[in-house]
C-alpha cells in the first residue's frame, strides 16, 4: 500500500478552488472585483500544482497519494493520487482555467457576472477532483456533480437558445449517469469487498463476474463515456451546447470536461473490463471511424463558427477512441497526447471566435468576410489554432496525431487506412471558413484587434500549442507508462500485444 503523501496536496487544491468559489457567491464586495479575484485564485492553484508536482510526482508509483476511509459500510473512501496521464490531464485543467478568466474579462461588467467566475471555480474543484481520484464511487459522485456548474455556465451566461440547449445537456448527461450508475452497483457486487471495494488498484486484480456479466458492465460504463466524448451517435448535445454557451463555457466543456469520455476509457473501461473492451474492439473502432468522418463532414458544412469547432471536436475525438482500442501502446500514447494538444488548441478555436464574435455581432461565417483587414490578430490566430486542429507540423496537433494513425496502423491496418482521408478534409473545414470569414476585400465595418486580456489568453494558448509541436517529449514521456500499462491489460486479455484486431488485417 503507497503510505500517504507527507502534505495532501490534491485535497487542498480542490478545497481551495470550492471555498474560492463559495467566498466569491457569499461575500457581496468580491462582486465588483470577481474577475481579479477568480484569476488570482485560478493561478494560484496551477502555481500550486506545478510545485507540488515537481517535488512529489514518481513515474513508478501513484503519486501525492493520500486515502482516507470515507464511508467503510459500502467500500468508499477519499483517495486521491495521480499518474503521468492524471498529471497532464490535471495540468490541461489548471492552464485552461485562468486563461478562459482572462479570455472573458472585457464581458466582465454585467451586474451578475461575479456567478459565472464563481461557477467556473467550482467547476475547477470537480475537474481537479475528477482526474485525481482513485475511487470509483467518487469518480461517479463527482462525475454526476459537473453537471451542476455546467448547466449554470450553459442557462444562465449562454446566448441565444441556451435555456434549450443546457436541458439537453442535463438530459444527455443524466442518462449517461444513470447508465454508469447501474455499472457502479454492479462492480460492488462482483467487487472484491472491504474497505476500500471501489479503488481502481483493486478492482482492476480481478472481478468475479462472468464474460457475459462483465460484458454488460463493460457497456455501461463504455455509453457514459460515449455520451461524454463525445461520440456518433451520441453526440448530438455538443453542437446545441457549445452553439448556446459562452466560448469560455465551450472551452472548459469540449477541452476538458468531454475528456472524461476517453479518460474513462482509458483508467476503467479497459482495465476493469479487458476481455470486453478486447471483443467489442472492432466494434468501437467502426463507430470511431463513423464518428471521425461524421464530425469532419459535418464541420465543413457548417455556417457557425461554434457548430463548426464542435463537430471537427466529435471527429478528433474518433481518432483518440480509434486508438485507445487498437491494441498498440504507441497508438494509446497518442491518444492522451491527443486529449492535451486537441485541449489546447480547440480552446484556441473557441476563444478567438468568441473575440470575432464581440467585434461582429455574429457567429455565422456568412456574416463576415476580409476580416484579416480588421482584425490581423484574430484572423492570425484563428488560423494557427485551425492549423494546429488539423496537426500541421510544428503544432501541436501533429506529434499526437501522427502516433496515433501510425499505432493503429501497426495492428489494425484497415481502420488506420480508412482514417486517413478524413486527414485531407480537415484541411477543408479550417482553410475554408478562414477563406470565407477572413480574406476578401476589406468590409465596411470599424473594430478595434484583440487587445489587453485577449492578448495575453491567446498568446498562452498559441505558445503551449508550438511548445507542444516542437517540444512534445515531457507530455509523451509522463503518458507513456500509463500507456503501457494499459495495453498490457488488454493484451493479457488476448495472447499477445498485437493480437486485438490482427484477425482483422487478414
Same mark, same amino acid.
Given at each position: ?79 486521491? !493520487?495521480? &499518474?503521468?496521464?492524471? *498529471?497532464? /490531464?490535471? @495540468? #490541461?485543467?489548471?492552464? $485552461? %482555467?485562468?486563461?478562459? =478568466?482572462?479570455? +472573458? ?53 449562454? !446566448?441565444? &437558445?441556451?435555456?434549450? *440547449?443546457? /436541458?439537453? @445537456? #442535463?438530459?444527455?448527461? $443524466? %442518462?449517461?449517469?444513470? =447508465?454508469?450508475? +447501474? ?59 457549445? *452553439? ?7 472551452? $472548459? ?76 501502446? $504507441? ?176
Amino acid at each position: 500500500m503507497i503510505s500517504n503523501a507527507a502534505f495532501p496536496w490534491l485535497t487542498v487544491l480542490i478545497a481551495l478552488a470550492a471555498v474560492a468559489a463559495l467566498v466569491l457567491w457569499l461575500v457581496k464586495p468580491l462582486h465588483k472585483v470577481a474577475r481579479h479575484y477568480a484569476l488570482g485564485i485560478s493561478v494560484a492553484i496551477f502555481v500550486l500544482f506545478a510545485g507540488a508536482f515537481a517535488t512529489g510526482y514518481h513515474a513508478d508509483q501513484i503519486s501525492l497519494y493520500e486515502s482516507y476511509r470515507w464511508i467503510p459500510q459500502i467500500g468508499v473512501s477519499w483517495t486521491v !493520487g495521480i &499518474n503521468g496521464l492524471q *498529471a497532464v /490531464m490535471i @495540468f #490541461l485543467a489548471t492552464f $485552461l %482555467v485562468p486563461v478562459v =478568466i482572462l479570455a +472573458a474579462y472585457d464581458e466582465a461588467n454585467e451586474e451578475d457576472s461575479y456567478g459565472f467566475f464563481a461557477w467556473v471555480l467550482a467547476l475547477e474543484a470537480i475537474m481537479i477532483g475528477l482526474f485525481a481520484v482513485q475511487d470509483l464511487f467518487v469518480f461517479y459522485v463527482l462525475f454526476e456533480a459537473l453537471v451542476v456548474p455546467m448547466y449554470f455556465l450553459i442557462g444562465r451566461y449562454g !446566448g441565444h &437558445n441556451r435555456k434549450g *440547449a443546457a /436541458m439537453k @445537456f #442535463l438530459v444527455y448527461s $443524466l %442518462v449517461g449517469g444513470l =447508465i454508469m450508475l +447501474a455499472g457502479v452497483i454492479g462492480v460492488y457486487a462482483y467487487g472484491p469487498g472491504g474497505d476500500h471495494a471501489y479503488l481502481y488498484s483493486s478492482l482492476a486484480k480481478g472481478l468475479s463476474a462472468s464474460d457475459t456479466a462483465q460484458l454488460w458492465l463493460f457497456a455501461s460504463f463504455f455509453i457514459a463515456f460515449a455520451i461524454k466524448a463525445p461520440m456518433w451517435p451520441f453526440h448530438t448535445w455538443l453542437p446545441d451546447t457549445a *452553439a448556446a454557451a459562452t466560448p469560455g463555457t465551450s472551452t $472548459l466543456l469540449v477541452s476538458v470536461l468531454d475528456k472524461l469520455g476517453t479518460y474513462g476509457m482509458i483508467v476503467i473501461c479497459v482495465p476493469l473490463f479487458p476481455k470486453a473492451a478486447l471483443g467489442l474492439a472492432v466494434t468501437i473502432i467502426v463507430l470511431a471511424l463513423i464518428s471521425i468522418f461524421w464530425g469532419a463532414l459535418m464541420a465543413v458544412k457548417s455556417d457557425n463558427l461554434l457548430r463548426l469547432v464542435a463537430y471537427t471536436s466529435v471527429s478528433h475525438f474518433g481518432f483518440m477512441v480509434m486508438a485507445i482500442f487498437s491494441g498498440s501502446t $504507441l497508438a494509446m500514447k497518442g491518444a492522451m497526447v491527443y486529449m492535451v494538444a486537441h485541449g489546447i488548441s480547440t480552446a484556441g478555436m473557441f476563444l478567438v471566435v468568441g473575440f470575432l464574435a464581440r467585434r461582429g455581432g455574429s457567429y455565422r461565417i456568412s456574416s463576415y468576410g476580409g476580416w484579416q483587414r480588421v482584425t490581423p490578430l484574430i484572423a492570425g490566430s484563428f488560423l494557427i489554432a485551425g492549423l494546429a486542429t488539423i496537426a500541421l507540423p510544428g503544432l501541436s496537433g501533429f506529434i499526437p496525431e501522427y502516433m496515433t494513425l501510425m499505432g493503429t496502423f501497426q495492428t489494425v491496418k484497415w481502420a488506420a487506412l480508412v482514417a486517413v482521408p478524413a486527414v485531407v478534409i480537415a484541411a477543408v473545414y479550417v482553410l475554408l471558413p478562414y477563406q470565407r470569414a477572413f480574406t476578401g476585400p476589406k468590409p465596411e465595418v470599424e473594430a478595434t484587434d484583440m487587445h489587453g486580456a485577449e492578448t495575453v489568453a491567446t498568446g498562452l494558448i498559441l505558445a503551449a500549442m508550438l511548445w507542444l509541436g516542437f517540444y512534445p517529449a515531457p507530455v509523451i514521456d509522463l503518458v507513456s507508462t500509463p500507456a503501457a500499462n494499459t495495453v498490457a491489460v488488454m493484451a493479457q486479455a488476448g495472447s499477445s500485444e498485437n493480437v486485438v484486431l490482427e484477425g482483422s488485417n487478414k
